[in-house]
């Protein structure tokens, strides 16, 4: 499977260490060249969140905007041509990636946001301090019950907090973890369909990570006869998985034990492609 998505380098751009140094005059260079690819990600990424992004929204298009200038800097510092010779393309992954994640982190905080609020209010409006009487207690005393009101306060908003924050990654987990087991089932099916060869073309580019030109040196062929025994191999594959009910890559946050998928332990990786045409 090669579905759509960032590059395994685009991932990597998010933590770059040196991500706060100047840019270089060749990164702004690449940078200015590939700024044209913003503003079409923010138009799908806000297409795809209509309720979520908009002017009155909790994000706007300049919010995407400013995100995917500061995330094509980085890509610019991040970009190896040796392993990509078509920077706009890692750009573009790497913009709408950054964006995606900013919007999953605001939805995510927004949740934990609701639940602290609405353990506030419970929390007030439980609260009963009849016995407090302004001419009898000093202001210690009063300092003293103001503490102990805040104390409850902030530990009834924690509490809701983290139990929310714990109910979101349960479930997510659950989900992707049910999906990505059937998925993997779904793609060992599918190459018991496939000849030797084709398998052994599939483990050294997805397993591997080989590029193309270099696995069809591997298996002693030319490096066209490997790019059309791919792409037939592919098009049979989702063919496949499509007629399984496997309609997408699955992410999974945490990958479960399902043992091994070709001839060892390791999981299919994304062909990001490189060095030569693909």
Known sequence: MNPEGPHDEAVAVLDDPAGDRPATVSELKLARDAAHVIKPCARRVAKMFPRLIRDNGLFTMG???????????????????????????FARYVVRYRMLDAIQDLLFEERVKRAAAKA??????????????????????????????ANGLFAAMFVSSVEESEQCLDAAEVDVRREYVSALDALRRALSCFTDADRRLLVLVYRDGLLLDEASVELGIGYSTARARHTRVLKVLLELLQAQGTLRAPRPLVVPDVGDVFSSGALPQNDTGAGGPQ
């Open 120 to 149: 506030e209010d419970s929390y007030g409006a439980s609260f009963a301090d009849r016995d407090y009487n302004v001419m009898k207690h000093d202001e210690a005393e009063t300092r003293r019950r103001y503490r102990a009101f």
């Open 63 to 89: 919010d995407l905007l400013a995100i995917g200038h500061v995330a094509i800097l980085r890509a610019a510092r991040a970009y190896d041509e040796k392993k990509s010779n078509d920077f706009v393309a």
